[in-house]
Structures are given as structure tokens and as C-alpha cells.
């Protein structure tokens, strides 16, 4: 692929800000059929979500369908520089929220709500590109590929199900990728279940 990530990352978070609002809020149903209706998220009690931004396609319906089904949900929280980590919450009735320093809508941290990355079932994260090997392209904080730099390490390791949520839009060819880049397991988008290397 000729174009630089930079560039790509440019392109695809334009294609996704182009959607219009019905095109976003049909986009957003249909991955809670696609998604929500799947044996992974069925089988999965531990389930950590993200508020979408920037035109991500939104798994606010599929996060109400996890909490009506009991399940645990959580959100990312970012710990504050030059630490750039991420830590994940459960969301509880008594969840106070904050914005982060990057616009976003986040639980306030409390540490005794926060989980070890491996206890969760699955991880859905929010994607500006992704090639049907399972390569992803995230906005360039590296907070994803920081948190889960352990799954480089060995195969074997307990932990979630790497979930990428995209829009159909935002698929290439294939990414260019970089060391530190950790593919998902899945893509999800609002047309289809795309299981990595498949």
C-alpha cells in the first residue's frame, strides 16, 4: 500500500465523518445484530465497551443489550500523562463521569472498579482502518497496542477477545503495519463478522 499512515488514518476518519447521522444510527444496528447475535458475545459475561467519537461506529446499543442481559460492562480510562496508560472500569450505577483531555466522556478513574486487562472476555475497540487479515489502524495514541503489548509475548496468555469495530468504509486492501501493532481477533462492521486470516 502506497499511502502512509498518516495519510491512510487522514483518508478513513474522513470517510467515517462523512457518514450522515441515519447512515451512523442504521450502521450502529446493524452491528448490534451482527455482533450482539454472535456466540462470542453471547457466551461473554466480561465485556469492555468505548463511547464513540469522531464518527466511530457506535456500540452504544450493543453496550444496552450487554447491561439488560446482566452482563459486566466496562470502559477505558486514561491515566494521565506521560504515563499514557489505559486502565478498564465497570460501569456501575454509581459511575461518575468526567471528559479526558481528548473531548471524550469517561467514568472517573476509581481504581476499586478497575479490572485486570486478562479478567475481561472480550475487548471492543474502536478502529480508523482494518484489512481482512485482522490488521488494525486506531487513531496513533498506541493506548490499545500499550495495554495489550503482552499478547506479543506468547499465544497462550488468558485474556479477551480482540474485537475491532469499524464501519464497512474503513476496510482496505491491506495496512500498512508496524511492529508494535497487535491485530485483532475479530473485525465487526455493519456488514460483516470478518475473523482474523479468514
Not at 488494525?136 to 495495554?147: Q, T, V
Request: hydrophobic share 40%; with cysteine; aromatic share 8%.
Amino acid at each position: 500500500m502506497t499511502d502512509s499512515r498518516q495519510s491512510l488514518r487522514r483518508k478513513l476518519r474522513e470517510a467515517r465523518r462523512a457518514l450522515t447521522p441515519r447512515q451512523q444510527r442504521d450502521a450502529s444496528r446493524a452491528l448490534e445484530r451482527l455482533l450482539g447475535g454472535s456466540m462470542l458475545f453471547l457466551r461473554s459475561r466480561h465485556i469492555a465497551f468505548y463511547l464513540a467519537n469522531d464518527g466511530e461506529i457506535d456500540p452504544q446499543r450493543l453496550l444496552q443489550k450487554a447491561r439488560r442481559q446482566g452482563k459486566h460492562c466496562y470502559l477505558p480510562v486514561v491515566a494521565g500523562w506521560p504515563r499514557r496508560r489505559m486502565q478498564f472500569q465497570r460501569l456501575t450505577a454509581d459511575t461518575r463521569w468526567h471528559t479526558n483531555r481528548f473531548g471524550i466522556r469517561e467514568p472517573v478513574a476509581n481504581p476499586r472498579q478497575q479490572v485486570a486487562l486478562w479478567r475481561l472476555q472480550l475487548l471492543l475497540m474502536p478502529l480508523v482502518g482494518f484489512d481482512a487479515q485482522g490488521n488494525r489502524l486506531g487513531m496513533g495514541g498506541g493506548f490499545y497496542d500499550r495495554a495489550l503489548a503482552w499478547r506479543r509475548l506468547r499465544r497462550n496468555w488468558p485474556g479477551p477477545q480482540l474485537v475491532g469495530l469499524a464501519h464497512h468504509c474503513q476496510q482496505v486492501d491491506r495496512l500498512p503495519i508496524a511492529d508494535w501493532d497487535i491485530p485483532a481477533d475479530l473485525i465487526a462492521s455493519d456488514r460483516q463478522l470478518l475473523f482474523k486470516g479468514r
